[in-house]
């Protein structure tokens, strides 16, 4: 099994894609994963079922997919997860192949809930340039620079963390959609490939895609806005330049991160806004059954 992590807005969606052309299957109706919008055309290629788990697991923790929820030690085994993780044997029982993508980035997060659950896995951590994440969520949900390069540091520290000593391929979006896209896309398929297994065709990834304004430049506009985020960003294009070899460096900045606390008003109305989501989340799924 393939699961794709890493910060909203920084190619997850691609990757999985990608994946899914090269083999390694996501689950669900074709029509639905490719059903994409303006700010996804070619499609979100997330397993609906998957999202859903995700959401209840940080909505039962205080928070939501931009709202840091409270990770308290062990938060993994929380007496009010035991339900999920239910629902979450029932979903895994049902995928049909070990060749399998799984995609949200809500997974960046949640994966300690998983991990216990699920065997020979593979992760593919997607990277982007924080301040076109920011641009990029601004647009999408009208979010601040601040806040946007609060969950970029908060996403890239957990996908880090959350995956040390697996097997793994960290991704940069710019080189997907870049010049050496042909390169990554190869990279991509002999990390996907079992020994013995055929190659399959390269995917075609559309130029129009590639519309960051920043790249790969290291901004002084980040240092402004977040030290920290400008700091890391840093760190991990020198990782990229190593070709990933060895990890210490990010690591340890990841470490130097503090995870936000939510303010107490802001989490009590996510605490009230919680029940009535699941309600209708739970009135949703009773139409599709």
């Known amino acids: 099994m ?30 639905f994963l490719r059903q ?21 697991i940080l909505y039962a923790l205080g928070g939501d997919w931009h709202v840091a929820p ?22 895994i029982q049902q995928i049909p192949t070990p060749q399998a993508t799984w995609k949200d980035p809500r997974l960046t997060l949640t994966l300690p809930f998983w991990k216990p659950l699920i065997r020979d896995v593979r992760y593919i951590i997607c990277i982007r340039n924080p301040l ?38 960290v991704v940069f979006y710019e ?3 870049g010049s050496s896209a042909k390169a990554q896309l190869e990279r991509l398929q002999a990390f996907l490939e079992k020994d ?9 990834i559309h130029p129009e895609l590639g519309h960051g304004q920043y790249g790969l430049s290291s901004s002084g506009a980040i240092a402004q806005i977040s030290p920290l985020a400008h700091t890391m ?18 690591l340890e900045l990841a470490r130097s991160f ?26 949703w799924e009773g139409k599709r059954s």
């Open 2 to 31: 393939t699961c794709v992590i890493g910060m909203h807005r920084s190619g997850t969606s691609l990757t999985a894609q990608l994946c899914h052309e090269l083999g390694w299957r996501v689950t669900g109706p074709e029509e």
């Open 36 to 56: 994409g919008n303006r700010y996804n055309p070619q499609g979100y290629w997330e397993t609906s079922d998957l999202v859903t788990i995700n959401r209840r």
């Open 70 to 91: 409270h990770f308290r030690p062990q938060w993994e085994d929380a007496p009010e997860l035991v339900p999920l993780k239910r629902q979450a044997q029932a979903f």
């Open 132 to 169: 076109d994440v920011a641009l990029s969520l601004y647009r999408r949900d009208h979010m601040t620079q601040e806040r946007a390069l609060t969950l970029w540091l908060l996403y890239t520290t957990q996908a880090l963390f959350n995956t040390q000593q697996t097997r793994r391929l």
């Open 175 to 177: 080189d997907l959609t």
């Open 196 to 204: 013995g297994s055929s190659k399959m065709p390269l995917p075609v």
């Open 233 to 250: 960003w840093t760190a991990l294009l020198n990782w990229r330049k190593q070709d990933f070899a060895l990890d210490h460096e990010v």
């Open 258 to 283: 503090q995870v936000p606390h939510t303010p107490w008003p802001t989490m009590q109305k996510y605490r009230l806004s919680f029940w009535m989501r699941l309600i209708k989340m739970q009135l």
